[in-house]
């Protein structure tokens, strides 16, 4: 392990990485969960790639240990490091229009794999454009609440940190963004 790239910033981030993903297992409204804006938030500002997937799958799997799995697991990890892609590419240029366009485009795509997942390996819909169009137009309250709680807890994961650099300026600091 290079102890070099565990910096105050990093440090800080992953914290709030394992608090959001410990806000999963606290009773919520369906959907309306940290996830998607943990692995936004853990793409932009953890500098390192390995760390920018690590820390935010990680803390994901380990909640699902106490949430269980389910056969579309592969969808939703799926979706999640397309998330922390879209981060990654906020690295060192985090900016609102940002951080709502990603949260946007995250919730779409997470929305578009996973309920993709459910209609192609459930039992549920059949396996006709009409069964896939059923999928997805079922699902779209699920949409709204994820759209919203991506949109709320990014706000509050990238404000806040926001904030805490504006206190702390070593947070600013960043680990040199490498593969």
């Given at each position: 392990?290079?102890?070099?790239?565990?910096?105050?910033?990093?440090?800080?981030?992953?914290?709030?990485?394992?608090?959001?993903?410990?806000?999963?297992?606290?009773?919520?409204?369906?959907?309306?969960?940290?996830?998607?804006?943990?692995?936004?938030?853990?793409?932009?500002?953890?500098?390192?790639?390995?760390?920018?997937?690590?820390?935010?799958?990680?803390?994901?799997?380990?909640?699902?240990?106490?949430?269980?799995?389910?056969?579309?697991?592969?969808?939703?990890?799926?979706?999640?490091?397309?998330?922390?892609?879209?981060?990654?590419?906020?690295?060192?240029?985090?900016?609102?229009?940002?951080?709502?366009?990603?949260?946007?485009?995250?919730?779409?795509?997470?929305?578009?794999?996973?309920?993709?997942?459910?209609?192609?390996?459930?039992?549920?819909?059949?396996l006709t454009w009409q069964g896939l169009m059923t999928s997805y137009?079922?699902?779209?309250?699920?949409?709204?609440?994820?759209?919203?709680?991506?949109?709320?807890y990014n706000s509050i994961l990238f404000g806040g940190f926001y904030?805490?650099?504006?206190?702390?300026?070593?947070?600013?600091?960043?680990?040199?963004?490498?593969?």
């Open positions: 392990m290079n102890w070099k790239a565990i910096t105050p910033k990093v440090l800080v981030v992953t914290l709030i990485i394992v608090f959001a993903a410990l806000m999963r297992l606290i009773p919520h409204y369906p959907n309306f969960t940290p996830i998607a804006a943990i692995a936004l938030f853990g793409g932009a500002h953890l500098g390192k790639r390995w760390l920018a997937f690590a820390v935010p799958i990680t803390a994901l799997f380990v909640s699902d240990l106490f949430l269980g799995f389910h056969n579309t697991m592969i969808a939703v990890y799926l979706g999640f490091v397309l998330i922390v892609l879209l981060g990654t590419r906020m690295h060192n240029n985090v900016k609102v229009p940002y951080v709502i366009g990603g949260s946007l485009l995250g919730s779409l795509s997470f929305y578009l794999i996973t309920n993709f997942a459910v209609w192609a390996f459930t039992p549920y819909y059949p137009t079922m699902a779209i309250p699920f949409f709204h609440a994820g759209l919203l709680g991506d949109l709320f904030f805490l650099q504006q206190r702390y300026p070593a947070l600013k600091l960043s680990a040199v963004k490498t593969n």
